[in-house]
């Protein structure tokens, strides 16, 4: 049976291409609105994998027909906590359509050891066994920092990626969005450019955070005296987002 790692760069998935990289390939499902620390970050383990583990490993990168971001754009809607259709269409989807190939296969999703009580957001495939190995073994998230340290491996994300590897992630806190503003304006600018395209005849303006825009959180890291750096430090934890997406 062919086995692979659902990979998202994160913690708990980077620790299963080091335990299970012998016998698993990854698969990562790309949005298209990714941060380029993700994309390093999934060539980073792949390359350690394949020279320390198995030479033939390999992180098979998919993505849906049109990318999220064009999605966006072309519905003139925006993923929220009420509809998370990105994690659906653009994470889920593109993995069962690429599993659907294989008569029977099995995916390793990485859910610690302290989440038993979750599932994880995937589809329900017949051809497909879904596996929560880091619970199998009893590996917390510590446990799996642990090894990734052990071997030089332990994510270090900028701070406004705590809450996942997506570039307009509406988890983002609004300190998120400043740190992002602050420390990567380019990728900034791409989710500001776009919360101003999805205005719409309505006088009311669409806003990705509801308490403030995407101009007004750049306007008030303008005059920050501060450097970027001293407020915002890199951090090498994330909070729970999605098993597909960074954690």
Known sequence: MNSFISFSGGVES????????NKSDAIFSDTGFEHKEIYKRIDLVESFVQKTIRSSFKAHRIKAKNTLIEQIRTTKFY?????????????????DKFLSYYNEVELLIGLNANEQER????????????????????????????????????????????????????????????????????????????????????????????RKSMKQIRKSTENMIFKPEEIYPIINDTTNCGVFCNR
């Open 14 to 21: 980077s620790t299963m291409c080091i335990l299970f990289g």
């Open 79 to 95: 993923p929220s906590f009420r509809s998370r259709f990105c994690t659906g269409e653009y994470k889920i989807k593109p993995i």
């Open 119 to 210: 599932t994880g957001n995937h589809g329900n495939k017949k051809n497909i066994r879904y596996r929560y190995p880091l619970i199998e073994k009893n590996l917390s998230r510590e446990n799996c920092k642990d090894i990734l340290e052990a071997v030089n491996l332990e994510p270090n994300f900028p701070a406004y990626m705590k809450r996942g590897g997506c570039i307009g992630c509406y988890y983002k806190s609004i300190k998120e969005f400043e740190a992002l503003a602050l420390l990567n304006p380019e990728e900034f600018k791409v989710v500001e450019d776009l919360e101003e395209e999805l205005q719409d005849r309505r006088e009311k303006f669409f806003s990705i955070k509801e």
